[in-house]
């Protein structure tokens, strides 16, 4: 049964995810490409999605285990496979998994600020990955918040926790100012403070975005709402991790609904928070039957979207 192999974190269990992943990606490019497409460059650029997606992958597990987000199981790393499947049109925008690996790196230090171990480093690395990510798209300076809400929960606000993430952002700002003084592009460099938006949430409408995000939003919610009153009546980090992973969310989300430019692809930045929300609730059911009943369902999802 799924629950049963799924329920444990075994490397035949990471190969065959890996396996359902090359199963949805073949799938959405023979639905996407003719042909008369295919050349070598064409060919190098899916061997770099695809490469992209592994690294997206390792850092998401490697977050995952070494913060113990979830039990020693598969679930998370199965589910965020799903939501790529779901929407799989992030495979193919190598801007969008580059941004999301950055974004891993940062909350790979944001959840590790729950030991005391390089405390400042952490927080200036912090700083500086979200400084990389406001140069690719300046509306995640908003990640700020969800930087010092995690410094609050796992450490306490100083002023030297208050000024170090900011010395961390301002630092890959130098070096790219310098880099567009030293080539007279500075007005570039200008239009990362120039702030504006669009509200045309159109393309959300689309069948292919609105299905699936009304469909793991239903689980999603029920999964919060079902686990939440669990995790916060327990002390500890395990508390504190539920609490940023539910800022997260809302991070991620003020962030999409910021940006200037839409293509759909945004909402990678939600995968890794749903998936450890919802494996969080899998893993509380006691039924094998009703988790392989769910985890089927999850799975057949994104194959039943490229049908219709």
């Not at 908003?142 to 952002?169: C, D, E, K, S």
């Not at 928070?273 to 009943?293: D, G, Q």
């Amino acid at each position: 049964m799924l629950a049963n192999f799924f329920d444990k974190s075994k490397p035949i269990n990471f190969i065959v995810i890996l396996g359902l992943y090359l199963i949805y990606f073949l799938i959405a490019f023979f639905s996407r490409f003719s042909a008369d497409v295919f050349t070598l460059d064409f060919f190098l650029q899916k061997l770099l999605e695809v490469g992209l997606c592994l690294i997206l992958f390792f850092m998401f597990n490697f977050v995952l285990s070494k913060n113990k987000l979830t039990k020693d199981n598969s679930y998370a790393f199965l589910l965020l496979v799903v939501l790529f499947g779901s929407f799989s049109a992030s495979f193919f925008d190598i801007k969008t998994l580059i941004v999301t690996i950055i974004f891993l790196l940062f909350l790979r230090k944001i959840y590790s600020l729950k030991t005391s171990k390089a405390v400042f480093e952490k927080l200036f690395d912090a700083g500086f990955w979200i400084g990389i990510l406001f140069i690719i798209e300046p509306f995640f300076a908003v990640l700020g918040i969800l930087l010092y809400i995690a410094t609050f929960l796992f450490q306490r606000i100083t002023f030297r926790t208050l000024l170090i993430p900011v010395l961390g952002f301002i630092s890959p700002l130098l070096i790219y100012f310098a880099y567009c003084f030293w080539f007279n592009t500075t007005e570039d460099f200008n239009l990362l403070f120039e702030w504006y938006t669009n509200y045309n949430f159109d393309l959300y409408y689309n069948s292919k975005f609105l299905i699936p995000i009304l469909f793991f939003t239903a689980i999603y919610l029920y999964a919060l709402l079902a686990k939440t009153p669990k995790k916060v009546s327990v002390s500890g980090n395990e508390r504190k991790n539920w609490i940023v992973l539910f800022f997260q969310v809302l991070v991620s989300l003020l962030i999409i609904l910021l940006l200037k430019d839409r293509n759909g692809n945004e909402v990678l930045i939600l995968f890794f928070p749903l998936a450890i929300v919802i494996a969080n609730w899998l893993e509380r059911l006691k039924s094998f039957l009703v988790k392989t009943i769910i985890l089927t369902i999850l799975t057949i999802f994104p194959i039943v979207l490229f049908i219709i």
